[in-house]
């Protein structure tokens, strides 16, 4: 059936960890989409390593999205695009911070409407108290000891508090 493609919005990215930022993006969409397909990406844009394993971000999101049933939590790997026409995917959603992500964005959605010219990119924007978060600022803080209670979840802060255990972060 084609309205249950229609209704449903890819949210990509490395989640690495699934941040509030993230849970906040995710939500709001269901503002404007029956479905949200949360779509953690093998590999990370930066080439670099993750933190977390694939299969751990993976289970982060679905700890944080339990008893959403609107709110699906899947991995994928290689082009965006391909995943968006193998679940038939119409819109992808990205959450935008600060100019800072523009362009980057704007980059990326540009390239990817070349490669699929009909899917469309939807950008939102967060809750102004996590508009400075990143996944990427809380593995810093937590890896140094500090408290990152408000900005994950608490399954998340348990997973953290683990992979930097004082003395054994890197
Ligand atoms: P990060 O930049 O945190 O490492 P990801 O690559 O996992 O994140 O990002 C996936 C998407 O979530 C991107 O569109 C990113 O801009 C968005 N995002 C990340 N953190 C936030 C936040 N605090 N508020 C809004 N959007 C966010």
Same mark, same amino acid.
Not at 22 to 43: F, G, M, P
Not at 99 to 126: C, G, K
Not at 150 to 165: A, G, I, K, T
């Given at each position: 059936?084609? %309205? $249950?493609?229609?209704?449903?919005?890819?949210?990509?990215? #490395?989640?690495?960890?699934?941040?509030?930022? +993230?849970?906040?993006?995710? /939500?709001?969409?269901?503002?404007?989409?029956?479905?949200?397909?949360?779509?953690?990406?093998?590999? #990370?844009?930066?080439?670099?390593?993750?933190? @977390?394993?694939?299969?751990?971000?993976?289970?982060?999101?679905?700890?944080? @999205?339990?008893?959403?049933?609107?709110?699906?939590?899947?991995?994928?790997?290689?082009?965006?695009?391909?995943?968006? %026409?193998?679940?038939?995917?119409?819109?992808?959603? /990205?959450?935008?911070?600060?100019? #800072?992500? @523009?362009?980057?964005?704007?980059?990326?959605?540009?390239?990817?409407?070349?490669? +699929?010219?009909?899917?469309?990119?939807?950008?939102?924007?967060?809750?102004? /108290?996590?508009? @400075?978060? #990143?996944?990427?600022?809380? /593995?810093?803080?937590? $890896?140094?000891?500090?408290?990152?209670?408000?900005?994950?979840?608490?399954?998340?802060?348990?997973?953290?508090?683990?992979?930097? %255990?004082?003395?054994?972060?890197?």
């Amino acid at each position: 059936m084609r %309205r $249950r493609g229609k209704s449903a919005v890819l949210y990509p990215g #490395s989640f690495d960890p699934v941040t509030l930022g +993230h849970e906040d993006i995710a /939500r709001r969409t269901l503002k404007v989409a029956d479905r949200v397909i949360v779509a953690v990406a093998e590999s #990370s844009s930066g080439g670099r390593a993750p933190a @977390f394993p694939l299969g751990d971000r993976l289970e982060m999101l679905r700890e944080v @999205f339990a008893g959403e049933a609107a709110i699906e939590c899947v991995s994928f790997g290689g082009l965006l695009v391909d995943f968006a %026409r193998a679940r038939d995917v119409r819109a992808v959603v /990205r959450g935008l911070r600060a100019v #800072s992500d @523009f362009e980057y964005e704007f980059q990326m959605a540009q390239m990817n409407r070349e490669l +699929h010219p009909d899917l469309e990119f939807i950008f939102l924007t967060p809750d102004a /108290r996590l508009s @400075f978060l #990143s996944a990427s600022l809380v /593995r810093e803080v937590a $890896r140094l000891g500090g408290d990152v209670s408000p900005f994950v979840s608490p399954s998340v802060l348990r997973r953290l508090e683990q992979r930097f %255990r004082a003395g054994t972060g890197q």
